[in-house]
């Protein structure tokens, strides 16, 4: 039998652990400087690594020849374009597959010229962490009508729902024909 006299002290922390240092989370701060709000000091740190994908070692720009494909459509010095939301998701998508995978990513949104908000759901459904059922998204919102209505007219069956909801659905599928 052993006598162990030492006692833990330390709790376990609690929450997600942290994924950048304190030291990354004020340089993301002043690329950042409006920042309200940590998440977003923590998208600006993530878009910084995704910017590394379009810079050499000596943070200049890479050219086309250098990347493979132009770059431009997300980040352009020159016409000062730098779409942060793409950045950012490649800088996650970098971290979770690799540099290569984010380039050939990178390479087909560019040559696609895909809008952010396409781009960023590719990217998370290839980084398999696409954003579950909530008020945004369509279904969501369906659920919440729903439960809204059946709130407010206590007598409504879901036998009344199932009937509504197939009528949407003929009426959608016949807008969708036009």
Known sequence: MSNNSETVSKKAKRGRPKVFEPRELSIARMAAPDAKSERT?????WAQIGLRL????????????????????????????????ILAELGRLCVDRGEDVALEVAKVICEKRIRARDAVARIRKLRGTTKGEHCGSLSGRLVKTINDYLAEHPEATLGHVRVAIASVSEQVEKSAEK
């Open 54 to 85: 379009f810079l050499t070692g000596d943070s200049q720009p890479k050219n086309p020849q250098e990347l493979g494909f132009d770059g431009s459509f997300i980040f352009d010095v020159k016409t000062d374009i730098f779409k942060k939301t």
């Open 41 to 45: 000091i923590r998208n600006a740190a």
